[in-house]
């Protein structure tokens, strides 16, 4: 299965966002033997930083060090989608600014909706960022359900046990981009996030 030929955006009417900045991912991979998704914040300024690019992009070497940090032992993403790891944005397109409005989370978490349904056997969603998080939270209330995640700081919300569908739910810091190589206590705190998800999905 390709994921960019199950979910696509097609009207575009986020005002906030670069549209030719717009990725889903392109990969063939076999969705019944993903077993963690991971949903950071946004596609990158960069297109050539992404997940999925050739080389070394920038996304790819920040979440295998997160990953690496957590005892996981990977050299790239295709070792992570091979433990059954898939990665992927809440917002697919890349940010104007620092933020990201909420008319565009909501908006984009309709396709991310669709990207998780694409996994059956999905056992722990990692919510890597605040725009991660209000993107589930804003599928559960679409779904008739309460907010998944609470409000507050994420070092007061995180470890704690959050569901969706069956699914544990992992809030945590951004792990994708340059600032996981600043923000050193955070990245104690992913490595420890990761490790708990890894566990939970026997991955």
């Known amino acids: 299965m390709r994921v960019s030929e199950c979910v696509a ?9 670069k549209h030719d900045r717009y990725i889903v991912p392109g990969i063939n991979l076999k969705p019944e033997a993903i077993s963690i ?5 946004a596609a990158p300024e960069n297109p050539d930083d992404y997940y999925y690019a050739k080389g070394k992009p920038l996304f790819q070497q920040t979440t295998v060090q997160a990953f690496n940090d957590a005892e996981a032992d990977v050299s790239s993403v295709k070792d992570l989608v091979a433990r059954g790891i898939y990665l992927t944005t809440a917002v697919k397109c890349g940010k104007v600014g620092y933020g990201v409005q909420a008319d ?10 669709k990207e998780l349904a694409l996994f059956p056997n999905a056992k722990v ?14 599928i559960a209330r679409r ?8 409000a507050g700081s994420t070092y007061k919300i995180r470890g704690q046990k959050y569901s969706f569908k069956g699914i544990r739910v992992l809030p945590s810091y ?30």
């Open 9 to 17: 955006c097609k009207a575009f009417p986020c005002a906030d966002v």
């Open 37 to 41: 998704v991971m949903v950071s914040e």
């Open 104 to 113: 565009t989370i909501r908006e984009c978490s309709c396709l991310l909706e």
């Open 125 to 138: 969603l990692m919510l890597m960022g605040d725009v991660a998080i209000k993107a589930l939270n804003c």
């Open 143 to 150: 779904t008739g359900q309460k907010r998944v995640i609470p």
């Open 174 to 203: 951004l792990q994708a981009g340059p600032s996981f190589f600043i923000e050193k206590s955070k990245r104690k705190m992913i490595a420890e996030d990761i490790a708990a998800g890894l566990r939970l999905a026997g991955a």
